[in-house]
């Protein structure tokens, strides 16, 4: 079972280490993180997926809540969130690949950022699932190097929502 947990807690140094020493003690596995400032400078958000049975979801999400530097922590599905991830790829290529570089592109909505001779770099910004097959469509040109965000997700706009 995956969760996904948007953590918001005071932004100051030290917290996502403290949030990482939890994980680590009690051999939870963090999937995915990303941290970054809110509306508020004097806060961020965490957004942390992690999986495991439901005993283990509910001590992650018990655990949270004792850290002094938590705010507040929401818990919620994949399927209640509406969830990103951005990943730039650079590809080394040559003229008998390019065309079809370009084809992937367009049809999985990425967008070529730079480009050398032979090389370019690719931007896209989509759910996990669509970057895991962007990667996989990619595996037969030569991929150069990866970067990664963790996944950035929000719970869906509810109709008691102000």
Known sequence: ??????????NRSGVLCKVAGLFSRRCFNIDSLAVGETDDPSTSCMTIVSS???RTIEQIEKQLNKKLDVIKVKTFDESDSISRELMLIKVKYNKNNRRDIMEICEIMKADIVDMSKNM???QICDVPEKIRLFISMMQTISIVEVARTG???L???????N
Do not use: F, N, Q
């Open 155 to 161: 719970p869906k706009c509810m109709e008691t929502d």
């Open 52 to 54: 495991g049975d439901e």
């Open 1 to 10: 079972m995956k969760k996904i947990y948007s953590v918001l807690v005071e």
């Open 151 to 153: 996944t950035l997700a």
């Open 120 to 122: 370019m770099i690719i």
